[in-house]
């Protein structure tokens, strides 16, 4: 009997393809952005998609892990790798802070609260010190690879960041297909009964929340060495507001969604990036069409007309 | 130093005001649609622009604004309703969020575009000009006016609710929509108005808020954000609680900012943060 390759082996072979290709196809920081904010909608969708939770202030560890890394190796020249490190450790501890919070109250109150800590996280950043405030942090040096590779060349760069956005993505994507996973399916379906069967719901919310943010917090760090600077509009609402949209877009609990969908609003946002306030009336746009019409967001869909095709050949 | 003292209190009880306007009008939309109006805070921004606007082109004084701008805005409120919000009925309630986000979104970068980020003073009504001196502190007559409407407003919507007929179906509908519809009932009508009213409310806060404030495309959603932090901490479930919590947590941020004013903007989600590991289901809320 032959059998055909899961669909998933399928997505991943393609999705390596499409990024060892990416770097001579397309401008290569246009490429890292998408795979940054793509790593970041992935970590969130984890929450969203899997869990049922739906943050409002995911910005607050992107945001918060940019700065972090950005001002180690900038003032304290710590290599790259420690530097990206030190911003994801800094996304964790808040990402435990803030969940453990959080998820004492579920539904529309969870949205109000992160969007209530991301605000705190902002407002912090703005007064503190050491963050620029207004300007933001320029010049960050993107220093070299295990010491020896120097990662101003764009084409090191991009496989530095494609690598950490393989692992990262093999992160997410290992948690969402583990019993741990198919926990959090179970909590996002029916928490009181997830509850009943004995599962301590509590902390496996906790730990979706503290996974989404530390990953979350990896393509913050990655982010600012990309582009050599972080800036307030990192920690802002509309980042978390954005994030939230690639995800919808995609398709929410779909591997490959929120990565598709952070490409999508990246090349849109870069494509509209001079008509000045246009870029967040069309967002906006795309937000109540998707929430109207396509919910599942476009793999959803795909995945459907896939499988009802299926269904319609052998019943 | 007591003067200092009390003009911030001043201005705390005036943030507070609007916190409490704001939130009504919010746990009214979520008690009955089931929906978190996040455009609450563009629509709050709208109702400001509706007076500032009718100033500059048509000459249209502070108290025909206060009516008018309302007006126009809750038909604005009861054509999303019926066009949008009413299609995501029976569904997760995330969604109705997203889309009032979406709608926040255009409606913001429109004004953006139009106005940009500067803000507009809007003038202070003749009748309300000056102010009294209490001996301890100056008050300016619009700040006493602002507090005294707003409280007056809520207390209103308080009496309406809590007290009378119309109140008791809200309140039905509340409970169990399908279950009031069997007794006649136009629960559908009921929901289009509500929110009609929710979004009128918003906008009447704006006109109040015009005179106070500078009138920026961007005033509404950084205090949407605080406002939804008032509804963490005091729970939509009381109408009386959320009008205590907005005016109490305005005093609060006022007494910050005497006292350390740096943490004056953050201090509400330290608040949030405090109610949620002691009382998580909010001060005024019941655990569901």
Redesign the interface.
Known sequence: VTRLASPIVWAWTAMILVGLAAPYLVYPVFAMNVLCLALFASAFNLLLGYTGL?SFGHAAFLGSAAYVTGYTLKAWGLPTELGVLAGTAVATLLGWLFGA??I??S???F???T???A??VY??IV?MPWTGGEDGLQGIPRGKALGLVPLDRPIAMYYFVFLAFLGGFFVVHRAIHSPFGQVLRAIRENEPRALSLGYDVDRYKLLAFVLSAALSGLAGSLKAVVLQFASLSDVH?HRS?EV?LMT?LGGMGTVMGPSVGALLVIALENYLANM?????????????VT??AF?RGIVGEIRAIVKRSFIGVKP | MTQALFGQLLIGLINGSFYALLSLGLAIIFGLLNVVNFAHGAQYMMGAFAAWMAMSYLGIGYWWALLLAPAAMGLVGVAVERLLLRRLYGLDNLYGLLLTFGLTLIAEGLFHQAYGNSGYSYPVPELLRGGVNLGFMYLPLYRAWVVVVSIFVCTLCWYVIEQTKLGAYLRAGTENPKLLQAFGVNVPLMFTVTYGFGVALAAFAGVMAAPVYQVTPLMGSSLIIVVFAVVVIGGMGSISGSIVTGLALGLVEGVTKFVYPEASSVVVFVVMAIVLLVRPAGLFGREQ
């Open positions: 739906l919070l959080a004492r109250r539904g529309i109150y949205a109000m609260i969007l209530g800590f605000q705190l407002f912090v007064q609402w507001g939230v919808l000045g306030s246009w870029v967040t009336v069309i967002t906006g746009a795309v937000f109540v929430v109207l919910r």
